[in-house]
């Protein structure tokens, strides 16, 4: 029996344009909902004459209707057709068939090979016909394209662990040689799953632990933080006490003092006013006498002068003053805002250097620069052979000896100088050196001795510096008096120092285009060190900006 395609509107009411419910059908031939048409000719007030509202044949007297049970069959199957349809149809949230025209149904599966998708009628040749039988069916799916290797247009049927991104067959052979893949093969899919699910698991587990640590290490920073500023305070509190107990002390001393030595001058000065006046007394006495005539009473006055005692000299002591106290304690808060300034620089780049996730190591110049540093060099430590100029960034050998005064921070014999400031935490520096005999660049701990030719007075030649040699000819690492050659042709005159002072590394770096490291040392600091320069005859080195 062929199928006949019918409308939904041709089984709708006139009325109530709906699709027929009860539906009953008038002499004339026209059907409505039975509803309907009783609800029209209850209102028609026609003295017994009624009308169809399609054609508007008139009866009489009013018709007796009844339900149309053919009418009724073909209604229940009309909306049972229309449900089915409904259901099946693609929504917007459902992928349409690709090959259905007019309203679309829903896709039931896609086609890696055609890359389309198809619903459940147009699905069946692929199920059905021999032509289709290689061709891959997957869930249906949007992003079909995505599925489908862009370099070599084939289906992506395998997972690469190395590079974590799905590849197809020809990746294997191509990109992906020797790397950690597994097929997605049907036959294979348990398998893959529970490796890539123990992988996933792995992962998440060490990423747990890492979570885990992160959160112990907040926590612990924070009690640390929180520790260290409570001390600190308690720490200044007391400092300070100390600082007000030394004052107290100082101007008690000086009030004391003052006050046994102005007692035993007011005694002095008190004597002497005396002694003033007996001699005053004893002058106008004489005066009395210069006019009598009894020569012997005269003579008799001078023998008994006032006074029994000589009068002690008086000398004014020249340290009266108490100026050069004055002076002490102001050379004792220099000392101290100095040591202080070190100290505090030393604390803030530790307190920089505290971390919960460690920095990477630097690589680039833009990296290190983050750590850079500028340092001075110490006019008291400097070497009477060199001279310091630009603000004491550049020390310059000429072979004329520079008046210096004595101080015991100085080198005596070998033409080196140290820096003023501390090396401390991550710490940068570069220096740029010119001359045929080169320089030494270093860092050293304060303790290294100033005084005398020996080994413990060079640089790198003993245990507490450690030093870079450079020089056309030359180049050579130095500590505890031996030498480590570095095979490296120098193309810049421009030295960088990295300093991490907690992990004990030292690397010394040529800068140019890139950054290329000459020689690293690994040891464990136990001293403040300080960077050093040692430079020879008709060279130079200066100690540069960042901005250089």
Request: hydrophobic share 30%; glycine share 4%; proline share 3%.
């Amino acid at each position: 029996m062929a199928n006949i395609s019918v409308s939904q509107d041709q089984f709708s009411c006139s009325i109530c344009l709906e699709l027929l419910n009860d539906p009953v059908t008038t002499s004339c031939g026209h059907s409505f909902c039975m509803v309907c048409i009783n609800n029209c000719w209850d209102q028609e007030d026609n003295k017994g004459t009624y009308s169809c509202p399609q054609c508007t044949k008139t009866f009489t007297p009013r018709p007796a209707v009844s339900k149309n049970i053919i009418l009724c069959g073909v209604v229940e199957n009309l909306k049972k057709t229309e449900q089915d349809y409904a259901h099946c149809s693609a929504g917007p949230e459902d992928v349409g068939c690709d090959f259905c025209t007019g309203r679309k149904y829903k896709a039931v599966k896609s086609c890696l090979v055609c890359l389309a998708s198809y619903c459940e009628t147009h699905i069946q040749p692929h199920y059905e016909s021999p032509a289709f039988k290689k061709h891959k069916l997957v869930k249906v799916s949007r992003r079909l394209q995505e599925q489908i290797c862009s370099r070599h247009n084939k289906p992506l049927e395998v997972y690469c662990f190395t590079d974590q991104q799905c590849i197809c067959m020809l990746c294997i052979m191509d990109d992906h040689k020797g790397h950690d893949t597994i097929l997605a093969t049907a036959e294979r899919t348990e398998k893959q799953l529970l490796e890539i699910q123990r992988k996933f698991q792995e992962k998440n587990q060490n990423r747990e632990k890492e979570l885990n640590k992160l959160i112990n290490a907040v926590e612990s920073h924070k009690r640390s933080a929180q520790t260290a500023v409570e001390n600190i305070e308690r720490i200044c509190t007391e400092l300070i006490d100390s600082i007000n107990r030394r004052c107290f002390w100082m101007k008690d001393l000086i009030r004391h003092r003052e006050k046994a030595k102005v007692s035993q001058a007011e005694k002095t000065i008190k004597q002497i006013k005396k002694e003033i006046v007996d001699f005053r007394k004893k002058d106008a006495e004489l005066e009395q006498l210069s006019h009598t005539e009894d020569f012997i009473h005269f003579l008799q006055s001078l023998s008994t002068p006032a006074g029994s005692a000589e009068s002690t000299a008086i000398t004014i002591s020249p340290y009266l003053s108490f100026d050069d106290v004055t002076k002490s304690v102001s050379q004792l808060r220099e000392k101290v805002e100095e040591f202080w300034k070190e100290q505090f620089e030393k604390i803030t780049d530790e307190v920089k250097d505290v971390q919960i996730i460690s920095p990477p190591e630097p690589e680039t110049r833009e990296d290190f620069l983050r750590y850079f540093r500028q340092f001075t060099m110490d006019p008291n430590t400097v070497n009477k052979n060199l001279h310091l100029s630009e603000e004491n960034k550049v020390a310059t050998r000429s072979g004329k000896e520079h008046l210096y005064p004595d101080h015991p921070e100085r080198f005596n014999h070998y033409s080196q100088v140290l820096c003023r400031e501390s090396v401390s935490g991550r710490c940068y520096w570069e220096v740029e050196w010119s001359g045929n005999n080169g320089a030494y660049i270093l860092v050293s701990y304060k303790s290294i001795r100033r005084k005398g030719s020996d080994d413990e007075c060079v640089f790198g030649w003993n245990d507490v510096s450690w030093c870079l040699e450079i020089s056309p000819s030359t180049f050579l690492f130095w500590h505890k008096h031996k030498e480590t050659k570095i095979a490296f042709n120098l193309s810049s005159s421009r030295i960088g120092v990295y300093v991490d002072y907690k992990a004990g590394t030292l690397s010394f770096y040529s800068i140019s285009d890139t950054m290329k490291l000459l020689h690293r040392v690994q040891t464990k600091f136990t001293e403040l060190l300080y960077p050093g320069i040692w430079v020879g005859i008709g060279s130079k080195a200066k100690l540069l900006d960042s901005t250089n």
